[in-house]
């Protein structure tokens, strides 16, 4: 256990490391970097506007761009927002919880109204049934979130059950499967056959089969669910991270969006190392 | 049958199209009722609303399988090479894809979309739209296709030709890469969806297509003020095809799931 959580430790280290150069290459390649608006105000003196030209052209060498921009980091200091004019961070720690909150109803209508019709159509076998959630689901999947989010603004519906809707519509099919697989195996077939009770049987014998990779696939819908509250959080008007990500994508504020990105990056690392930890558990438990 | 008229339909844009995506007309008002001469009225700007969702049909779907044919071919270089080299080689390209898969695919395509500039011509702004697509969205299939490269790599017929002498490049053009087919096809039609989705959410967003040019993202943006013309059903039409189409194509991929 202490081995696969010191091993995802790891890589999310590298991952933001690596994560983070590419950023800052990104920032130092983009059109525009080495212009500020400032060397344009006219109250400037020459030498104020050299000095300018000097501090752009110090940052040019990527590596050393990237160490200035990394020791910043250290002290919780991603820059100044150009569009904002505020403080990343504090725009960033405003944020997250709002997103945070959306993602955590999102993601329990979403794993909820996956859970309930993957196991309704499971163990009820009403090819009705199946086809209903079946094509719902689809049809889900087959609207751009985008889309799904404008929709509940119409209806004046909280923007976390558009969130709910594409979690649910992307995890649905899987689990759906991991549910058949396990209801398939043959100690559940005799318990079935034994008498045991519809209930019993899902909760003492096919949930814990599935566990494992049931809670990989909640693993993977948390990323799922990050990108979409982009669209669900700028067009439902919801301030969270999305929102602040589409703004500074319109306002090409680069470090806003590499810093945001970055953020992102670690909920989905650490999401991800939760699910595969409580796999293992699950796994060492019933071994 | 569907994807196949929608297609048909889009591709013969210039010639079903009773108008120009671009021309205006400025004797009927903006946003007219479908009538015989616009068969789905008009836009805010006076525009024939049939012919941008023709040609915005077109855009998407030529521009859609155009980008996941790239990003196959950088996934099936990736994979193919990683899985067939394996050792230091492999773990070099699956950290890499790694790195690519821990940013939400929406937020990565935010990140370098905004390094450009917005105000370009709507040309430019098509192709650097789908070409981002393509070359963002090829690591969930490379992890696919250097599965498959490792699986053919310890097989008997390659160890066989390795045995015979045959050179590491020829293996790899005439034996690895030919039995990866199915596999880099499959991921092609998974890619055509999820590209077509992705430019839609980032049309909606402002982020996509830019006006004049239609595609449609750019004409699921007029649903932002669906709410005060929701009596007005023919604004739905380009998000129907739209759902017909990746319909249509998630159903042949289950198709060649239930056939595999």
């Known amino acids: 256990m202490l081995h696969l959580i010191s091993r995802h430790v790891l890589r999310l280290a590298v991952t933001l490391l690596l994560g983070g150069l590419l950023a800052a290459t990104l920032i130092r390649f983009a059109p525009g970097f080495d212009s500020d608006e400032q060397q344009l105000d006219s109250r400037l003196s020459s030498e104020s506007i050299e000095a300018l030209r000097q501090q752009r052209a110090a940052q040019g060498n990527v590596l050393e761009f990237y160490a200035g921009f990394l020791g910043s980091a250290v002290y919780g200091d991603f820059g100044q927002s150009q569009t904002l004019n505020r403080p990343v961070r504090e725009l960033v720690a405003e944020r997250v919880p709002v997103t945070l909150k959306l993602m955590g109803y999102g993601l329990l209508v979403g794993w909820s109204l996956a859970l309930l019709f993957a196991a309704t159509a499971t163990m009820a076998r009403i090819v009705a049934w199946d086809l209903t959630t079946t094509a719902l689901a689809g049809l889900f999947l087959c609207v751009p979130s985008a889309v799904l989010a404008l929709g509940f603004v119409f209806l004046r519906a909280p923007g976390f059950l558009a969130l709910g809707l594409i979690v649910f519509a992307n995890v649905f099919r899987y689990w759906r499967n991991l549910l058949d697989k396990s209801y398939a195996m043959p100690h559940i077939v005799t318990a079935r056959a034994k008498g045991l009770g519809t209930m019993k049987v899902l909760l003492w014998h096919v949930l814990p089969v599935a566990a494992p990779q049931l809670l990989a696939v909640a693993g993977v819908s948390v990323s799922v669910a990050l990108g979409a509250s982009i669209p669900v959080e700028a067009l439902c008007g919801i301030p969270g991270i999305g929102q602040l990500a589409w703004q500074a994508a319109l306002g090409r504020d680069l470090s806003l969006l590499v810093t945001i990105t970055l953020v992102v990056t670690v909920i989905t690392m650490l999401s991800n190392t939760f699910s595969e930890v409580m796999g293992h558990a699950f796994r060492v438990q019933r071994a | ?168 490049a ?76 990746v319909t249509s194509f998630q159903l042949i991929l289950t198709r060649d799931e239930a056939a595999a």
Not at chain 2, 17 to 31: C, E, G, M, V
Not at chain 2, 49 to 64: D, I, K, P
Not at chain 2, 146 to 161: E, P, Q, Y
């Open chain 2, 1 to 168: 049958m569907l994807l196949v008229a929608v297609a048909v339909l889009s591709l013969g844009a210039s010639v079903f199209a009773p108008a120009n995506y671009a021309t205006q007309f400025r004797d009927d008002l903006p946003n007219a009722a479908p009538s015989h001469q616009h068969w789905l009225g008009t836009d805010d700007l006076g525009r024939d609303r049939f012919s941008r969702v023709l040609y915005g049909t077109r855009v998407s779907l030529l521009l859609a399988p155009t980008a996941a044919l790239l990003s196959t071919l950088l996934a099936a270089f990736v994979g193919a090479l990683a899985g067939y080299l394996g050792g230091p080689w492999e773990k070099l390209a699956m950290a890499g894809t790694d790195l690519f898969l821990s940013l939400p695919w929406l937020f990565l395509l935010l990140m370098v979309r905004a390094m450009l500039p917005l105000n370009i011509s709507a040309f430019a702004s098509v192709t650097v739209t789908f070409l981002l697509l393509g070359l963002l969205g090829w690591a969930a299939s490379a992890r696919v296709v250097c599965a498959g490269a490792r699986t053919i790599r310890n097989s008997d017929f390659v160890l066989l030709a390795r045995a015979s002498g045959v050179s590491r």
């Open chain 2, 170 to 245: 020829r293996l790899l053009m005439l034996h690895v890469l030919p039995n990866l087919k199915p596999a880099l096809l499959a991921q092609f039609w998974i890619s055509i969806p999820v590209f077509i989705l992705s430019e839609a959410n980032l049309g909606v967003l402002g982020l996509g297509v830019t006006e004049p040019l239609p595609s449609w993202g750019s004409l699921l943006r007029e649903l932002e003020s669906y709410a005060n013309f929701s009596n007005e059903y023919w604004r739905l039409v380009p998000l129907i095809l739209l759902v017909i189409t």
